[in-house]
């Protein structure tokens, strides 16, 4: 069974960076895209950025572009969330999710990720 581990959050102050990855461990691993997503307290989960497996088309929420890059290695079943320029505001649970086949939504997700932003 596959499963996405992330890494890499943290604290770090305003207009800092993280960069987070999200690795699907498994015997077998197939993916159409692999997205980040985040929920602030009391927020709804929102869409940060998503990639294609393979064909690595790259997509992000307008409130992320220019700050934000995702990237993945496919030989490491890894995706990866470069974050600079933080605000207090990206303080959120940042989740990694797949989905597994075209047509499908985001269908697992990983155990999440806390990043928060000092003033």
């Known amino acids: 069974q596959v499963q996405l581990v992330e890494s890499g959050g943290g604290l770090v102050q305003a207009g800092g960076s993280l960069r987070l990855s999200c690795a699907a461990s498994g015997r077998t691993f197939s993916a159409y895209r692999m997205g980040w997503f985040r929920q602030a307290p009391g927020k709804a989960r929102e869409f940060v950025a998503s990639?294609?497996?393979?064909?690595?088309?790259?997509m992000y929420a307008d409130s992320m572009k220019g700050r934000f890059t995702i990237s993945r290695d496919n030989a490491k079943n890894t995706v990866y969330l470069q974050m600079n320029s933080l605000k207090p505001e990206d303080t959120a649970v940042y989740y990694c999710a797949v989905r597994t086949e075209v047509g499908l939504g985001y269908n697992l997700w990983g155990q999440g990720t806390q990043v928060t932003v000092s003033s």
């Open positions: 990639i294609g497996w393979s064909s690595g088309t790259t």
